[in-house]
C-alpha cells in the first residue's frame, strides 16, 4: 500500500495540533520533507521523549514518505537546546537522506510557515501552502504514527501527551485516544487547585477546557493546570470584544505588536496595529477590509509580550478570522514577499517566553510513564481533525476489541477512527463514539 493509503486508513491526522488529515498533504511537486520536531510551546515535553525514546519508528515513518514519494531529502528540525539534550548536531545524518537541522531556541518555530523559512530559507507566499514550494511539514508524531502503521499495521488509538504545570510532578504518557482528562486526574492523584484552570495545549496556543468534560484527541499534545493569574491565562481571557473595547480607549497606536509579529516580519501584509483600529461595524459590513486577518498564525506574541495597554491583537483578529471564514474569505498571495531585515534581532527567546507568559517556574523535565492503557471508558469524538466527521459503522450495544473500525472516513476530506479500548458501544448521534469496558 502507498504512503496515502496508509495514513488514510490508519486515521493519521497532524499530531501537532491542528488535525489536519496527513494523507492530503501529500501531492505532486514536493522534493522537501520537513519534520517538525521544534516543539515551542513551554512546558511540553512530548515531542523531545518520542525523539528520545522512538526514534526508530519516526525514522520509519520518514523513510516511506521518501519511498513513496520520490520525495530526495528530509530536515529533521529540532531547537538547540532539545539537540544538545538528545546529543544530535545540525547536519548530522540520523539515516539515508535524513539529516539533522538545529532550529535556533526561539518562538515561534513550531508555526510551519517560520519553521520552513529558518530551516530552509524558503519563503511560502502569504496565505499559499507549503507545497507550493515544494516543501510538505509534518510533526514528529504524526511520523511516528506512521512508522507505526507501516511497521505494525496499527492505526491510531492512542495519544502521547505531557501532563504539566500546577502538578506534584509533570509527567509524558500514552494514552487511548478518548480517554476523559478526568480519568488521567484522578489516575495520577491530581487535583485542581481553587483559582487554577485546564488548558488543552501549551501557554501559548492552548485553549482553557472543562476537565469535567474534555477527553484526549488526536491532537492533543498536552494539559496544563495553571493559575488564572497567570500572563497567559489572563491573555486567554481577554476575548476580542474587550480588545476592542480596550484598543478604542486605549490603543496608542505604538505599533509595537505588528513591529514584533512574526509573520509581519516575514513580509507578511499582517498589521495587527490596524486590525485593532478598524471599526468592527464597518468590518460586519465589509469583511473584506480585514482579509489579511488570515495570515495570523494565533502565536500571541502581540497580546502578551508586544502590547503594553492590555490589548489583544490576536483575540481582535480571532473574531475577524471567523467572519471570513463564515463568508469563505481568505487572503492568498500571487506574488513573493520579502523578509524584514529586523527579524533576526526580533525573534523572541523560548526561555523569555516562558518568563513573559509566567510558566517559567513550571519548567522542569517529566517523568516518563509509557504507555497506560488502563482506562475504563473512552469518548471518542467524530470530528478531531479538519475535514468532514467520521462516519459510525457500529451501533449502540456492540462489542469491539481495540483497534476495530468504529467509524469510516466520510466522502470528502476526513479519516477513518478505530476503538481506543475494548468494550460495548454507545453513540451519541454525529457526535462521538463512548465505549465502556466490558467486565469493569
Ligand atoms: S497572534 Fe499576533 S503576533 Fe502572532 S501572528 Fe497573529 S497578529 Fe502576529
Ligand atoms: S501594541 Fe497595543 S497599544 Fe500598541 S498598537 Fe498594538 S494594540 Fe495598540
Redesign the pocket.
Known amino acids: 500500500m502507498n504512503v496515502k493509503d496508509i495514513m488514510k486508513k490508519a486515521g493519521i491526522v497532524g499530531a501537532g495540533g491542528a488535525g489536519f488529515p496527513s494523507y492530503a498533504k501529500i501531492a505532486e511537486g514536493a522534493d522537501l520533507l520537513v519534520v517538525n520536531g521544534a516543539e515551542c510551546e513551554p512546558l511540553f515535553y512530548t515531542d523531545y521523549y518520542l525523539m528520545l525514546r522512538q526514534m526508530p519508528m519516526i525514522l520509519a515513518g520518514i523513510q516511506k514518505v521518501l519511498e513513496d514519494t520520490g520525495i530526495k531529502n528530509a530536515l529533521f528540525c529540532v531547537k538547540e537546546h532539545s539537540a544538545k539534550k538528545l546529543g544530535y548536531s545540525d547536519g548530522e545524518k540520523l539515516a539515508q537522506n535524513i539529516y539533522l537541522k538545529v532550529l535556533p531556541d526561539v518562538y515561534?518555530l513550531g508555526?510551519e510557515i517560520s519553521l520552513i523559512y529558518q530551516a530552509t530559507g524558503r519563503l511560502i507566499r502569504p496565505g499559499n501552502l507549503p507545497i507550493s514550494k515544494g516543501v510538505i511539514v509534518y510533526n514528529v508524531e504524526t511520523l511516528y504514527n506512521l512508522g507505526l502503521a507501516v511497521k505494525k499495521d496499527a492505526s491510531v488509538t492512542m495519544k502521547w501527551l505531557t501532563i504539566g504545570g500546577e502538578v506534584p510532578q509533570p509527567f509524558v504518557v500514552r494514552v487511548p485516544v478518548g480517554t476523559p482528562i478526568a480519568d488521567i486526574f484522578a489516575k495520577y492523584s491530581i487535583t485542581i487547585p481553587d483559582g487554577h484552570v485546564v488548558l488543552d495545549g501549551g501557554p501559548s496556543m492552548g485553549k482553557i477546557i472543562n476537565a469535567n468534560r474534555a477527553v484526549v484527541t488526536k491532537t492533543t499534545k498536552g494539559i496544563l493546570i495553571l493559575p488564572e493569574n497567570t500572563q497567559s491565562v489572563q491573555a486567554k481571557m481577554l476575548n476580542g470584544e474587550k480588545s476592542i473595547a480596550r484598543a478604542e480607549t486605549a490603543c496608542c497606536q505604538c505599533t509595537r505588536?505588528?513591529d514584533?509579529?512574526?509573520?509581519?516580519l516575514l513580509g507578511?501584509p499582517?498589521e495587527?496595529h490596524k486590525?485593532v483600529r478598524t471599526s468592527p461595524g464597518a468590518v460586519k459590513f465589509n469583511p473584506q477590509m480585514v482579509i489579511t486577518?488570515t495570515?495570523?498564525?494565533?502565536?500571541?506574541?502581540?497580546?502578551s509580550l508586544?502590547c503594553c495597554q492590555a490589548i489583544s491583537?490576536?483575540a481582535v483578529?480571532n473574531e475577524y478570522k471567523a467572519l471570513l471564514a463564515k463568508n469563505k474569505l481568505r487572503y492568498t498571495a500571487k506574488e513573493d514577499v520579502e523578509v524584514s531585515h529586523e527579524r533576526d534581532w526580533r525573534m523572541v527567546p523560548s526561555s523569555r517566553w516562558a518568563s513573559v507568559l509566567g510558566v517559567a517556574k513550571y519548567d522542569v523535565e517529566p517523568v516518563f510513564k509509557g504507555e497506560d492503557d488502563g482506562f475504563d471508558r473512552v469518548e471518542i469524538n467524530l470530528r478531531q481533525h479538519i475535514g468532514l466527521a467520521s462516519v459510525p459503522v457500529v451501533k449502540d450495544g456492540d462489542v469491539v476489541e481495540k483497534g476495530d473500525l468504529i467509524a469510516e472516513s466520510a466522502n470528502g476530506l476526513s479519516v477513518p477512527q478505530y476503538a481506543s479500548i475494548s468494550g460495548t458501544v454507545t453513540i451519541e448521534e454525529g457526535v462521538k463514539i463512548i465505549i465502556d469496558r466490558v467486565n469493569k
Open positions: 515561534p508555526d505588536c505588528t514584533m509579529c512574526p509573520r509581519a507578511y499582517l495587527p486590525m486577518a495570515l495570523c498564525c494565533g502565536c500571541g506574541i502581540c497580546e508586544a491583537p490576536k483578529i
